[in-house]
């Protein structure tokens, strides 16, 4: 099983409402990462937590804050959002942070709309 | 700090065709490099994961390989077929760090 698994699907929120993005993955993968992507961009990363701590954080905005609560599970809190932050968010995982256990898999994304 | 390029950035071919996409990257102290593919509005695919130890990986009709010592890496797709189009990234890991990715090579394979 090489699946990462994020809810929901698509989200549309206004400027003012609090909303979480949901990761989940089962492959013991003690790595995981939320980047996000713009249309016809690649992807740019945004957090990184290894073994549940976080360690890459490239200067994200607080309004949105990330939580590891366990190995298999990583959420993105949403708070007071602007339009600009509409794009597609995506979770990956990799068994580590470098060399041979590097592979990232990716999740299908999170469609997010601010109006 | 490593750099993706992708060349083309996009690429139209009949269905039937050996196409060859390329990747070079900056850091030749690259510990591995990953190719994707992602449909539009979709997430991202792997398709072949190249160790720095690598010379080439294969999986079915695609073949990619590593030239450390000039930067470059391709992605050799055999006998396209319309299902092959997409947007194809590469994406270079070195040291401690994370995933840099090219911009991508939008793909399209006509029946």
């Known amino acids: 099983d090489t699946e990462v698994t994020q809810t929901p699907k698509h989200l549309v929120m206004g400027m003012t409402n609090k909303k979480s993005l949901k990761c989940e ?22 957090f990184v937590y290894s ?31 602007q339009p600009e932050d509409s794009a597609l968010y995506l979770c990956a995982s990799s068994q580590g942070l470098a060399g041979a256990t590097g592979e990232l898999f ?10 | 700090k490593q750099e ?12 039937g065709e050996n196409l060859v996409l390329n990747c070079s990257f900056t ?18 695919t792997s398709l072949l994961l190249i160790q720095s130890s690598q010379r080439e990986q294969t999986s079915g009709r695609l073949n990619a390989s590593l030239d450390k010592s000039s930067g470059r890496s ?37 029946p």
């Open chain 1, 25 to 46: 993955q089962h492959m013991g993968h003690r790595a995981m990462y939320w980047y996000k992507q713009k249309a016809k961009k690649p992807p740019e990363l945004m």
């Open chain 1, 51 to 81: 073994y549940e701590k976080l360690s890459i954080n490239e200067s994200v905005p607080s309004r949105f804050s990330p939580e590891c609560p366990n190995s298999s599970l990583l959420n993105l809190h949403l708070h007071a959002l």
């Open chain 1, 106 to 115: 990716f999740g299908e994304g999170s469609r997010l709309t601010v109006l």
């Open chain 2, 4 to 15: 993706v390029t992708q060349i083309p950035a996009a690429l139209s071919v009949p269905e």
């Open chain 2, 27 to 44: 850091d030749s102290a690259i510990y591995n490099l990953q190719w994707f593919r992602q449909d539009p509005g979709k997430g991202l």
């Open chain 2, 74 to 110: 391709t992605l050799y797709i055999a006998a396209s077929q319309p299902g092959d189009s997409a947007t194809y990234l590469c994406a270079g890991r070195s040291g401690y760090s994370t995933l840099t990715f090219g911009k991508g090579t939008m793909l399209l394979v006509s």
